[in-house]
């Protein structure tokens, strides 16, 4: 894609993409807080190096990620591994990263609608560690898998 046209995407996408940012973190997020495209492809390349161990991976009912028991499993991965993370959305790779935050900033109870592609990725700072949150609906339920790999939270049980 040549200059011109990723702007015009960038300016196509960037108001939902904050809005949706916002949500997913819970407070108004500004375009200031992004990193810039090249920055966002540049971690984009290392994180795809890093070789991770196989990943475990379960589903849930959708509405059970806003339970304790969900809510545990978070503060478990945060403690494994406490660094920032990196919140990968469909528009982050047009409109750029969110800055680092603390895992325990994002709002596990994002509304089902939220994303049209249904899916988030989370990863470390460091690169270490990734979650997966790939949701849909099937046979008129909303269900969410979960898919959880890397160094500390790899060994983190549900």
Request: charged letters at 25%; one cysteine or more.
């Amino acid at each position: 894609m040549n200059e011109r046209a990723e702007r015009f995407v960038y300016l196509r996408n960037l108001r939902g993409h904050l809005r949706e940012l916002s949500v997913l973190v819970g407070r108004p997020v500004g375009k200031d807080e992004l990193l810039t495209i090249p920055e966002t492809r540049a971690i984009r390349a290392r994180s795809k190096h890093v070789v991770r161990p196989a990943p475990t991976v379960f589903e849930i009912p959708f509405e059970e990620r806003g339970g304790n028991r969900f809510a545990s499993f978070m503060a478990r991965l945060a403690a494994a591994n406490p660094s920032n993370v990196y919140l990968w959305t469909g528009t982050t790779i047009d409109c750029g990263l969110l800055q680092g935050f603390p895992l325990m900033e994002f709002r596990v109870t994002f509304p089902f609608e939220l994303s049209p592609n249904g899916i988030y990725s989370i990863v470390t700072t460091d690169l270490l560690d990734r979650l997966v949150l790939d949701y849909e609906n099937r046979d008129g339920q909303q269900w969410i898998e979960v898919e959880v790999s890397g160094e500390h939270w790899g060994e983190v049980v549900y």
